[in-house]
C-alpha cells in the first residue's frame, strides 16, 4: 500500500459531462502529480503541485484543471468529455518538489466515457 | 521530453537476465526507474542522479550514464515476480524547481517457468 488515496475506483460517465477525480496523498508529501495512462500506454504527466501551488504542467488539456487544497488533498476535473478521455488516471505523491524524489502512486481511477 | 525505452518487450525464462535501456535527447538530472503489473500502481524501484551512479535492489540494478543521457537497468536471475512493466522517468536538466518525470513508453518483462 502506497499511502495514497484515489476516489473513485471507476467512473462511468457520457460525453459532454463533467467529472471529478480526488487524490489524498501520503501522510506529509506535500507535492502530488496526475498523470494519464491509457490503454496499454505509458505515463503521461499532467500536472504537479507542491504545497498548493501549481509547480508544472505537462500535457493536459484545457478541458482539465487540478488544484491542490490546503489539506493537500488534490482533485482533477475533466470537463467536455470526448470519448478519448477514457484511461486510467494516476496520482502521485513525494515529499518534496525535486527531482531526487520518489514518487509513490495511488491504485488510479478509471474513467469510462462512453 | 518522453524518453525512449528498449527493448518495448521482452520474454525470459526464469534465471535469465534482461537488460532494458532508456535514453533521452536531452540532458539528465535524474532517472527513475518504476515497475506497475497490469492493473496496478507503478511501484518505486530506484532513483539515479547525475553523477554516473549505479545501484541495486535486491538482483535488480541501474546505471545512469550522464554524459550519454542514457540509463539502463539490469535483471539477474529473473524471477516470475518481475514480470511487470518497466518505466523509466528522466528528470530533464532544464527543469529546474520541479520534479515533474517524463516517462518512456515501458518496457514490457515476461518471465516464464
Not at chain 1, 496499454?40 to 509547480?55: P, V
Not at chain 1, 484543471?65 to 496520482?91: I, M, R, T, V, W
Not at chain 2, 525464462?13 to 500502481?41: F, M, P, T
Amino acid at each position: 500500500d502506497s499511502g495514497v488515496t484515489q476516489t473513485p475506483k471507476h467512473l462511468i460517465t457520457a460525453t459532454g459531462q463533467r467529472v471529478t477525480l480526488r487524490c489524498s496523498p501520503r501522510s506529509g508529501d506535500l507535492s502530488v502529480y496526475w498523470y494519464q495512462q491509457s490503454l496499454d500506454q505509458g505515463l503521461q504527466f499532467l500536472i504537479q503541485y507542491y504545497n498548493g501551488e501549481e509547480r508544472a504542467k505537462g500535457n493536459i488539456l484545457e478541458r482539465f484543471s487540478a488544484q491542490q487544497f490546503p489539506d493537500l488533498h488534490s482533485e482533477l476535473n475533466l470537463s467536455s468529455l470526448e470519448l478519448g478521455d477514457s484511461a486510467l488516471y494516476f496520482c502521485a505523491s513525494s515529499a518534496g518538489r525535486f527531482y531526487n524524489s520518489p514518487l509513490h502512486f495511488g491504485n488510479g481511477t478509471r474513467l469510462t466515457v462512453t | 521530453q518522453q524518453p525512449v525505452q528498449s527493448p518495448q518487450a521482452v520474454i525470459l525464462r526464469e534465471g535469465e537476465d534482461a537488460v532494458i535501456n532508456c535514453s533521452s535527447s536531452k540532458a539528465l538530472y535524474s532517472v527513475h526507474w518504476y515497475r506497475q503489473k497490469h492493473g496496478e500502481a507503478p511501484v518505486f524501484l530506484m532513483i539515479l542522479l547525475k553523477g554516473g551512479e549505479q545501484k541495486g535492489h535486491d538482483k535488480i540494478s541501474a546505471s545512469f550514464n550522464e554524459k550519454k543521457q542514457q540509463s539502463s537497468l539490469y535483471l539477474t536471475a529473473s524471477q516470475l515476480s518481475y514480470s511487470g512493466t518497466y518505466f523509466c522517468g528522466t528528470h530533464n536538466s532544464d527543469q529546474t524547481g520541479a520534479n515533474n518525470l517524463f516517462f518512456g513508453t515501458g518496457t514490457r518483462l515476461t518471465v516464464i517457468p
